[in-house]
């Protein structure tokens, strides 16, 4: 007995490509947490190396042994060039948590802005299902009179 048409909201393709961007940002969120994970995984890697060399590098320089000075140079040149790999695995590892960060507030934003316009169609739509109910009521109610009107002539 509905006598209004259905609900429609006006904002809808906003609100379609509000959840669009929402979905992006979270997918670059994604993204941008596993290269978080892969940078840490390459630090932890360098730093396993750097240990492992700095190890080997004492146990070559130990009382019972005799290395050459061209070799001890050798051995500090390729240790030098693992600490330069780790302080650049520290400053990718830095760049990609303030990614992560930025992604993060991104994604907060877009899903603050989709909720918002869900937020109006829904009370939108209830002013509506509000009025339908309100032209029902009406509509019953002028059915009962005219059958009361009827009834008593």
Known sequence: MSQGSSFRFRLERVRALRERREDLA???LAAAMTRLAGSRDRLRAVEERL??????????????????AADLRAQ????EHVEAQRAGGAHEL???????????????????????????????????????????GLAL?????????????
């Open 94 to 136: 830095t760049r990609h948590e303030a990614a992560v960060a930025e992604r993060g507030s991104d994604l907060g934003r877009a899903a603050r802005e989709r909720q918002t316009l869900e937020r109006l169609r829904d009370r939108q739509r209830a002013e509506h299902d509000r009025e339908v109910r309100r032209r029902e």
């Open 51 to 68: 240990d492992q060399l700095r190890a080997e590098q004492r146990a070559a320089t130990g009382p019972a042994q005799t290395v050459s």
């Open 141 to 153: 109610d002028e059915i009962a009179l005219e059958r009361f009107r009827r009834s008593a002539a």
């Open 26 to 28: 979270r997918q670059e």
């Open 76 to 79: 500090q040149a390729f240790v």
